[in-house]
Each structure stands twice: as structure tokens, then as C-alpha cells.
């Protein structure tokens, strides 16, 4: 069993910028793939990023590459999301999750364990 706890969303301007973390706690979090998922009102859950169990390798959707940055400290069992030039599209509930074997980082049912969101609003 793995906990996951989101912090760090909030409000922001267009244009500015948020780091997000993910607190785990249970199981050995560097075993397990990590990625973030967003959500915005009335939209389906979409991938944004995800990182494997050492850190070694990064993936991102095309809607943010280049803006957001996803990494993790194993030593501190936390899961980050650096996001810059946010736009007001980036507006969404945020949340991570635990893989224990990915095929597809991009697929939630791949995903074991998430964690309970965090908000980021992006004002225009």
C-alpha cells in the first residue's frame, strides 16, 4: 500500500508559476514509476507527466512540454511537478500516482495507488 498527499496548487496568474509535490508514505516509493494526471471541470483525466522509479527517464504530453518539468527525490520520498508559463488551460485538479509496472505512462488503469488531488487555478 502506498499514501499520496498533493500540495502546492493554488492561484496563479497566466504566464506565472507553481511547483507541485507529492508526499508518499507506505511501500518503498522508489520502486514504483510515478505521474501526474490532471482534470478540469467537466473534462476527462488527462496524462501530464510521468518519471520512472530511478528518475533516469521523463515523459510529457505535448500540451505542456517544454513548460513543466517532472522529477523525485527517492531520498525524500516526493514526487515533483515544476510548471512554468502557466496558461489558463492548465487550469485542472491535479493528482499523482504510483506504477508499479508501466507499460503505458499514459494510461490511468496502469496505475496503482492516487492520491487525493491538489487545485491550480490559472487566471487570464
Known amino acids: 500500500q502506498v499514501q499520496l498527499v498533493e500540495s502546492g496548487g493554488g492561484l496563479v496568474q497566466a504566464g506565472g508559476s507553481l511547483r507541485l509535490s507529492c508526499a508518499a508514505s507506505?511501500?518503498?516509493?522508489?520502486?514504483?514509476?510515478m505521474g501526474w494526471f490532471r482534470q478540469a471541470p467537466g473534462k476527462e483525466r488527462e496524462f501530464v507527466a510521468a518519471?520512472?522509479?530511478?528518475?533516469?527517464?521523463?515523459y510529457y504530453s505535448d500540451s505542456v512540454k517544454g513548460r513543466f518539468t517532472i522529477s523525485r527525490d527517492n531520498a525524500k520520498n516526493t514526487l515533483y511537478l515544476r510548471m512554468n508559463s502557466l496558461k489558463p488551460e492548465d487550469t485542472a485538479q491535479y493528482y499523482c500516482?504510483?506504477?508499479?509496472?508501466?507499460?503505458?505512462?499514459?494510461?490511468?488503469?496502469?496505475?496503482?495507488?492516487w492520491g487525493q488531488g491538489t487545485r491550480v487555478t490559472v487566471s487570464s
Open positions: 500516482g504510483a506504477c508499479s509496472t508501466c507499460w503505458d505512462y499514459a494510461k490511468q488503469n496502469e496505475y496503482d495507488y
Open positions: 507506505g511501500r518503498t516509493f522508489s520502486s514504483y514509476d
Open positions: 518519471i520512472n522509479w530511478i528518475g533516469s527517464s521523463t
